[in-house]
C-alpha cells in the first residue's frame, strides 16, 4: 500500500472515537518495531521524523526504509509525516521526498526556539496549507508553546511561563479558520523528553505529576467537534523503563511522563494524534544496557539492536492499544493523494 494522506487516518479515528500514535523514527529498528506492532494490533499508524531525525538518516535513507515498509505490511494504512517543521522550505524538502503530512510549527520562528506572534503563526500556517493542499498533503498546526527545551525544541519556557502560553480555545478557532489546517497541535502543559514535571512534594522532593490544562482540550472540542487535536510530549516515561536504564549503569533521576489516563481523557474529547518519541527512546536505552552489562563481552550490533527493536515494539504495542487505534487498520480503503486533492479542492 503506498502511503496514505494523514488526514483520511484522523477523520476516520474521530468516526471511530479513538487515537492514533504518532511514533518518531531515526532508523530501522524503529521502523520495524513499529510496523510489528502495527501488524499484530492491525493497527493505522503515523509515522513521523522530526528536522533532526531527516538530517541523521540523511532523508533518503528514512524514504526508502517507509518504502519497504508499506511493501511489507500492505494491508496497514501509515501515513508519514513530517514533525516540527520550521519552514516552508523543510516543508518542501519532506513533500519532495514522498512524506504525505506535514507540521508547519508556526508557534515558534524558524529557529524552533522564539514564539511567533499569533499573527505570523497564522501567515506561515496558511501558507503551510497553501503549499500542501493542493498536492493532497495534510497540514498540522501548533497555537501556544510546549513547555522545557531538553531536547533542543521549544522556547524553554518554565513551568510558570508555560501558563501564559497554554492554547487559548477561543483564538484556536479563529486560528483553525484562519488557516485551514486539519490538525491543531495543543499546548496544554506537556513537554518533550523524559522529564515533564517540574512539581515536587515540598516535603519529600518527589516529582508529582504536570499539571496538564485538560479543560483547554475540553473547550476547544465543545467549541469544533470537528477538529483533530495533537498532544505532543505525550510520553508516558514508564518508570519499569526508567528503572531498567538506572539497573544497568543510567543515570535519569527525577523522570515523569504524561499518564495514559490523562490521554484517554483528550481523546474523549477530539484528540486524535499523540506523539510518542522518548519511550521508544527509553526501551531502547534500557535494553541495549541491559546487554552491555550482562553480556559485555558481546560486540556484534545484532547481540543488542534485536533487543531494543523487541523492547520498542512493546511498548508500541502497549499505546496501540490504550490509544484504541489497534483493530483498526481494515475498516477503511485507503485514499491516494490524488483523491485527497480532489476532497480538498471541492472544499475550497
Ligand atoms: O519533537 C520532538 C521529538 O522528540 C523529536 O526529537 O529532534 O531529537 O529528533 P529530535
Ligand atoms: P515525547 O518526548 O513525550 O515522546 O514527545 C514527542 C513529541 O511530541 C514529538 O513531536
Ligand atoms: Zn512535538
Redesign the pocket.
Known amino acids: 500500500m503506498p502511503l496514505v494522506p494523514m488526514r483520511q487516518i484522523l477523520d476516520e479515528a474521530a468516526k471511530g472515537g479513538y487515537g492514533v500514535g504518532a511514533f518518531?523514527v531515526n532508523n530501522m529498528e524503529q521502523i520495524q518495531a513499529i510496523m510489528e506492532a502495527a501488524n499484530e494490533t492491525n493497527s493505522p499508524v503515523i509515522i513521523q521524523a522530526s528536522r533532526g531525525a531527516l538530517k541523521y538518516s540523511r532523508m533518503i535513507y528514512l524514504k526508502k526504509l517507509m518504502e519497504a515498509a508499506c511493501e511489507e505490511y500492505p494491508h496497514i494504512p501509515v501515513a508519514m509525516h513530517l514533525?516540527?517543521g520550521n519552514s516552508l522550505k523543510t516543508l518542501q524538502e519532506a513533500i519532495d521526498l514522498g512524506f504525505t503530512s506535514v507540521m508547519m510549527d508556526g508557534s515558534l520562528a524558524e529557529d524552533g526556539k522564539t514564539p511567533n506572534t499569533y499573527e505570523q503563526n497564522v501567515e506561515i500556517t496558511r501558507k503551510a496549507v497553501e503549499l500542501a493542499h493542493p498536492l493532497g498533503i495534510t497540514v498540522e498546526g501548533e497555537l501556544g508553546c510546549l513547555g522545557g527545551i531538553e531536547?533542543g525544541h521549544g522556547a524553554g519556557l518554565s513551568a510558570d511561563q508555560v501558563n501564559d502560553h497554554l492554547t487559548d480555545p477561543r483564538q484556536a478557532e479563529d486560528f483553525v479558520a484562519k488557516t485551514g489546517l486539519d490538525a491543531l497541535a495543543v499546548a496544554i502543559g506537556t513537554s518533550?523528553?523524559a522529564y515533564k514535571s517540574g512539581r515536587k512534594d515540598p516535603k519529600t522532593g518527589e516529582v508529582l505529576p504536570p499539571a496538564l490544562a485538560m479543560e483547554r482540550i475540553h473547550q476547544i472540542h465543545q467549541r469544533m467537534p470537528n477538529c483533530h487535536m495533537v498532544m505532543?510530549?505525550?510520553?508516558s516515561v514508564p518508570k519499569a523503563l526508567v528503572d531498567i536504564i538506572n539497573q544497568y549503569g543510567g543515570k535519569m533521576p527525577g523522570t515523569f511522563g504524561i499518564p495514559i489516563e490523562q490521554i484517554q481523557d483528550g481523546i474523549k474529547h477530539g484528540v486524535r494524534k499523540i506523539?510518542?518519541?522518548?519511550?521508544s527512546r527509553l526501551a531502547i536505552t534500557g535494553a541495549i544496557r541491559k546487554v552491555f552489562f550482562e553480556k559485555p563481552e558481546k560486540f556484534d550490533p545484532r547481540d543488542y539492536l534485536k533487543p531494543a527493536r523487541d523492547a520498542a515494539k512493546l511498548v508500541y504495542i502497549e499505546r496501540m492499544k490504550a490509544f484504541g487505534q489497534a483493530g483498526h487498520a481494515g475498516d477503511y480503503t485507503p485514499m491516494t493523494l490524488d483523491e485527497m486533492k480532489a476532497v480538498y479542492r471541492k472544499a475550497r
Not at 505532543?232 to 510520553?235: D, M, P
Not at 506523539?275 to 519511550?279: L, P, Q, S
Open positions: 518518531n514533525d516540527h531536547d518533550h523528553g505532543h510530549g505525550s510520553s506523539n510518542v518519541d522518548t519511550d
